[in-house]
């Protein structure tokens, strides 16, 4: 039996968040420019959407470039982004195939005109898809996002579109730019790295985190099928007492 079939489908995450993390440590290891990380990342970030949708997830949400990724080496930024053009363009008939819906989240207009076009383009042409939901992250910082949010809501208070008393939880929600989105249930780190490093701070507030020693580039199925399953291990009491989960649980029986 494969670790797929021994997973519970009735506690599926609806919502998996990737740091891929490690392309250029996999890189040095071999003895190659971390360029040849992030081209050998691509079967992972295939692997893990195929993965994903196979257990029934909604939404996968990949970390694929910072804000602060900005400001590393030029000729790696500009390889980064041409790599962003080529496999947007080379995967575009296979998320129309399995029925992938593409979103992008962050400062796109950082984005180089090429890499924004096509991104447009693969957006748009997927938009009516029906399957799971993958969504990009890119020149995005968290802080930097919920700093748009405040910037937003500050803005409908002061032309009286909104009152203060009126600002909760669910209206700096909508302001997020993963509005449409389910929180985060399943966070993944790869490479051993324990730390978010500016990501989805907001949405990751209940979140279960996961932490690998895999090298992102080294990432399969399998390896998200584990950790799936450490996450259905795990117990998830948002802020109650196993004893209430236990008592609801017997309610719904």
């Not at 993965?51 to 910072?66: K, P, R, V, W």
């Not at 700096?172 to 985060?184: E, G, K």
Request: one cysteine or more.
């Amino acid at each position: 039996m494969s670790l797929l079939e021994e997973l519970k489908k009735n506690k599926v995450p609806k919502h998996i968040a990737i740091i891929m993390d490690g392309n250029g440590r996999w890189a040095k290891k071999k003895g190659m420019a971390r360029i040849f990380g992030h081209r050998n990342a691509l079967t992972a970030v295939r692997e893990s959407v195929e993965a994903a949708d196979d257990l029934g997830t909604e939404a996968i949400t990949l970390y694929a470039f910072s804000t602060e990724n900005w400001k590393r080496p030029k000729l790696e930024v500009d390889a980064l982004m041409n790599l962003l053009v080529s496999a947007l363009k080379k995967e575009l008939p296979e998320f129309q195939r399995k029925q992938v819906k593409v979103k992008a989240i962050g400062r796109l207009l950082d984005l180089p005109k090429k890499a924004k076009a096509t991104l447009n383009n693969v957006i748009e042409s997927t938009a009516n898809n029906t399957k799971i939901t993958l969504t990009f992250c890119l020149s995005y910082g968290s802080r930097e996002e919920i700093t748009a949010s405040v910037k937003k809501i500050a803005e409908e208070v002061k032309n009286g579109n909104l009152n203060t008393e009126d600002i909760n939880e669910a209206v700096i929600q909508q302001n997020l730019y993963t509005h449409n989105l389910p929180d985060v249930d399943l966070m993944i780190r790869t490479s051993g790295e324990q730390r978010l490093s500016n990501y989805l701070l907001w949405q990751l507030a209940y979140a279960e985190l996961y932490f690998t020693e895999t090298l992102w580039p080294d990432f399969r199925r399998e390896d998200l099928f584990k950790a799936v399953e450490v996450y259905q291990n795990r117990e998830r009491r948002f802020g109650k007492t196993s004893e209430q989960l236990e008592g609801e649980h017997e309610q719904t029986i």
